[in-house]
Nanobody
Framework: QVRLVESGGGVVQAGGSLTLSCAASGRTSSFHAMGWFRQAPGKEREFVAAISWMGGLPYYADSVKGRFTISRDNAKNTMYLQMNNLKFRDTAVYYC??????????????WGKGTLVNVSS
């Protein structure tokens, strides 16, 4: 069993920054990569970013490239999402997910409960 717990969401003004964390527990060593998805009100869940536990380049959705940075701390089994220059359209519930093989939710077996990011204009 794998447990994913997100934290760090909140309210921020446009142009501001937030850092999300995802603490993972359980058999996370079996996952090649983990990632972040988000779901805005009335919209489908979409891919944001993913990173491999074993090294290798992270990858991002075009909508967040250059503004968001995904990272991990293997010793703490924790993944992060540093979000800079936030825009109103970034408002969503952000979910931690594993495993993430492609930039889609296909293949994801585990989800966190999500953390809300609310960007005020």
């Amino acid at each position: 069993q794998v447990r994913l717990v997100e934290s760090g969401g909140g309210v921020v003004q446009a142009g501001g920054s937030l850092t999300l964390s995802c603490a993972a527990s359980g058999r996370t060593s079996s996952f090649h990569a983990m990632g972040w998805f988000r779901q805005a009100p009335g919209k489908e869940r979409e891919f944001v970013a993913a990173i491999s536990w074993m090294g290798g380049l992270p990858y991002y959705a075009d909508s967040v490239k250059g503004r968001f940075t995904i990272s991990r701390d293997n010793a703490k089994n924790t993944m992060y999402l540093q979000m800079n220059n936030l825009k109103f359209r970034d408002t969503a519930v952000y979910y931690c997910a594993a495993p993430v093989g492609e930039a889609t939710a296909s293949g994801v077996e585990y989800w966190g409960k999500g953390t809300l990011v609310n960007v005020s204009s």
